[in-house]
Every structure is written in structure tokens, then in C-alpha cells.
């Protein structure tokens, strides 16, 4: 099995990156091969809305030249896409968000190109808020549940920490055993 985790934090060794050690840990106990990427060090321009994407069958069409190629070739080649992101002000930052609008070229839904490139899939987040989990990132699952369910990705749920005490927050005894328990519940070995 294969995960691809985008690493959606403008701080690279950030709240986020520290949570997701150990699920990336256990991923890996379990025999899981991670593509781990980090998208602030990564060149991705916005969604330009032209369409052309929509237009080809079979692979991803956008004709922007950057990263996000490689980013899709790795979850096309992936088994499970984890987004691992900050909540900031309800939602993901920037850096992830152009990743899911850029999203759009992996279903083909609205011109002459028929199919989805991902179909399948499981799709999970990771996520640090300073708000409760419900206030705080629930909005963002919101908005990922709708992308699985037109996507047609299985959903595999939310593991999330609240910032209590900056990184100490996502250190605890806890926030690891939670994200060791999540990688297991997404490969089907829930103890």
C-alpha cells in the first residue's frame, strides 16, 4: 500500500509536520510506503479556470508548468491521500487550498474528456485548529467530505489536535497515540 501525505503548512517543521510523525511512523511499522510532500517549498500556481484540463481524457491536462504534475502523478499512483493542514480562519492556508482548486483537472466532468484520475481512493486529513474541533476544522472536513463524495474517493475521517500549547500540544502522550490509532483505522487494523 502507498499514501501520499501533502504537507499543507507554510511552516515546513511546523504543529502539523510534528502530528504527523507518528502516523507516518506507524504507517511505515505497518510495511506503507509514504510519499511525504510539503507544498511551501513547492512552486503551484492558482487555477486559472480555462478548462483545458477538462478537455483530455486520461491524464491530468493542465497546461500551467509547475509542480502540481508531480504532485498528481504521486496520488495517481497512490493507494490513499492524506491532507495534513493548520486551520487558519476555517479552512486550509493558501498553499493547500491552490492544491484542491487545482483538483479540478482530476475529474473530467465538464468538457469533451470523460473519467476521473482518482476514482476510489481514500481520502483522509490531518489537522491542527486552536479552536474545539467542531468550531475549528469541521468546516474544512466539510468542504473535503464534498470534494471525496464528487470525486467519488472513499473518505476515511478526520484525526485532529487542538493547540494548547504550541508544539508541546502535539507532543503529548495523547496526540501520538491518536495519530498511531488513526494510521491503523485507515489500513483496517483499528485495535
Known amino acids: 500500500m502507498k499514501f501520499c501525505i501533502l504537507m499543507g503548512s507554510p511552516r515546513l517543521n511546523g504543529n502539523t509536520a510534528e502530528l504527523v510523525k ?13 510519499i511525504y510532500i510539503t507544498l511551501a517549498d513547492k512552486n503551484i500556481s492558482f487555477c486559472r479556470g480555462c478548462y483545458t484540463c477538462q478537455n483530455v481524457t486520461g491524464e491530468y491536462g493542465c497546461p500551467q508548468d509547475d509542480d502540481m504534475k508531480d504532485i498528481v502523478r504521486s496520488i495517481v499512483q497512490s493507494d490513499c491521500l492524506v491532507l495534513a493542514a ?3 480562519t476555517w479552512y486550509c492556508p493558501a498553499e493547500m487550498k491552490a492544491v484542491l482548486d487545482r483538483f479540478y483537472g482530476m475529474n473530467k466532468f465538464y468538457g469533451s474528456g470523460k473519467g476521473s484520475l482518482w476514482e476510489g481512493k481514500k481520502c483522509a486529513i490531518i489537522a491542527t485548529h486552536g479552536y474545539d474541533v467542531e468550531y475549528g476544522a469541521k468546516p474544512f472536513e466539510t468542504g473535503i467530505r464534498r470534494l471525496c463524495e464528487h470525486s467519488n474517493l472513499n473518505y476515511a475521517g478526520m484525526y485532529s489536535v487542538k493547540d494548547e500549547d504550541d508544539k508541546a500540544s502535539f507532543q503529548t502522550l495523547e496526540a501520538i497515540r ?14
Not at 504507517?27 to 509514504?34: D, I
Not at 491518536?178 to 485495535?191: D, M, P, S, T, Y
Open 86 to 88: 493548520p486551520i487558519y
Open 178 to 191: 491518536g495519530a498511531r490509532k488513526f494510521a491503523l483505522k485507515i489500513l483496517g487494523k483499528e485495535l
Open 22 to 34: 507518528p502516523f507516518i511512523e506507524e504507517l511505515e511499522m505497518n510495511g506503507v510506503e509514504v
